[in-house]
């Protein structure tokens, strides 16, 4: 007998404008000092190297962006690392939070999922909450 789904909190996350803010300053550093060692350093490599950062730091930019988590009917949706994972509700067994570690879904058989961390408060709690609401 599966319970139905009487969760009405928060229902998609995505990561928090500070971070994106921060990554995005970081990256405006990161261009100014490969434009600079692009002029003044002689060697190549070191100009490589510090477009190279920039590059990397572009690509975090886009994954930050693109991370979520929403809390579906049926399942939970979570992308991060350019990657999409459906979870089924009822595969969830429990949610481990505390604070300063990662979230971990408990899955049924034993497995485990950890949660994109998108520095958002409540993901916790919104996913203890979810989880159940829709236990038996």
């Known amino acids: 007998m599966g319970g139905s789904l009487s969760y009405e909190g928060r229902s998609e ?7 994106l803010v921060a990554f995005a ?9 490969s ?7 002689p ?3 070191v100009s ?3 477009w190279s950062i920039f590059v990397l730091s572009i690509i975090a930019i886009a994954d930050l962006i693109s991370s979520y ?18 979870i089924p509700r009822i595969a969830i067994e429990s949610v481990s ?3 300063g570690c990662p979230i971990i879904l408990h899955l049924q058989g ?6 994109p961390d998108l520095a958002v408060r409540g993901i916790g709690n919104s996913l203890r909450a979810w989880v159940k609401a829709t236990q038996h």
């Open 48 to 50: 490589a190297i510090c």
């Open 25 to 33: 300053a970081l990256s405006v550093i990161v261009l100014v000092i």
């Open 97 to 99: 939070v505390a604070k």
């Open 35 to 41: 434009i600079a060692a692009s002029i003044y350093e």
């Open 43 to 45: 060697e190549f490599w």
């Open 69 to 86: 988590i929403t809390l579906g009917d049926t399942a939970l949706r979570m992308r991060r690392n350019f990657r999409t994972q459906v």
């Open 13 to 19: 996350f995505r990561t928090s404008p500070g971070r």
């Open 110 to 115: 034993g497995g485990q999922v950890e949660v």
